[in-house]
């Protein structure tokens, strides 16, 4: 189966201090993102998989509930038509001809199922990374360093850090009681980066959620830079 604002200064600021600091190690994280549906009976072990990364330093791991499975007797309670249509975007972009669930992609460039954690493991490891390096957050601005691979979107997610319980009552997983961690409950589009030095205001962010910033190239290509709080 399958933004609060800070005047113009302030943010010139901001830039110029970053800009200044010392340069430090370069560091990167690997963006999972999984699209999942609580009415797919063949999803759990991957939500399950996705789950075991989701507190690693060097991981953001985001999950998006998509719609197109709810006709089977049971609406999922976290999708959105928007992820639904980031995975549709995704599909193209890695040659795939639909959409399927569960799936699993890594950094925008590569995908698999996600029902194997050791094959999991391996497309984490051997991941081109998102730098970290490109941004900074400081007092509610999100300012991207100048550098290559622009233009690209901005993309802020809100999402919720926890393991979540849903009791399924009817459908494929009907009577199951499924784990959900790091699910998505927002995501906005801050504007493009054109490979200058740029700011962006971020609303706050919600209580009980955390945020993270993407920086992606296209609608669904490579994520050249992630931020999580």
């Known amino acids: 189966m399958k933004r609060l604002l800070l ?13 200044q600091a010392p340069a430090a190690p370069l560091a990167s994280l690997a963006v999972v993102e999984l699209f999942t549906s609580q009415g797919c009976s063949s999803c759990p072990p991957a939500n399950a998989n996705f789950a075991a990364l989701a507190d690693r330093p060097d991981v953001l791991a985001l999950s998006f509930g998509v719609t197109y499975w709810d006709y089977l007797g049971w609406k999922d309670t976290f999708a959105q038509p928007m992820f639904t249509q ?16 569960p799936q699993i992609v890594v950094n925008g460039r590569d995908d698999l199922v996600g029902t194997v954690k050791s094959e ?10 998102a730098s970290t390096a490109l941004l900074h957050v400081e007092n509610g601005v999100l300012a ?8 690209a979107n901005v993309w802020l997610v809100h999402y919720n850090p926890g393991t979540v319980q849903v009791p ?16 998505v409950r927002e995501l906005v589009r801050l504007g493009v980066w054109n490979g ?12 009980g959620l955390k945020s993270a910033v993407l920086l992606q190239q296209g609608r669904t290509g490579p994520i050249l830079a992630a931020w999580k709080e």
């Open 7 to 19: 005047g113009a200064a302030a943010a010139a600021s901001l830039i110029a201090a970053s800009s």
């Open 86 to 101: 980031r995975q549709v975007d995704y599909e193209t972009a890695l040659g795939h001809s639909n959409a399927f669930t």
């Open 120 to 129: 999991l493991d391996v497309a984490v490891a051997r991941s081109v990374r």
């Open 144 to 151: 991207v360093h100048a550098g290559a691979g622009g233009p």
């Open 168 to 183: 399924i009552a009817r459908g494929e997983n009907s009577g199951r009681t499924l784990p959900h961690r790091n699910v």
């Open 196 to 207: 200058t030095e740029e700011t962006f205001p971020l609303p706050p962010t919600p209580q």
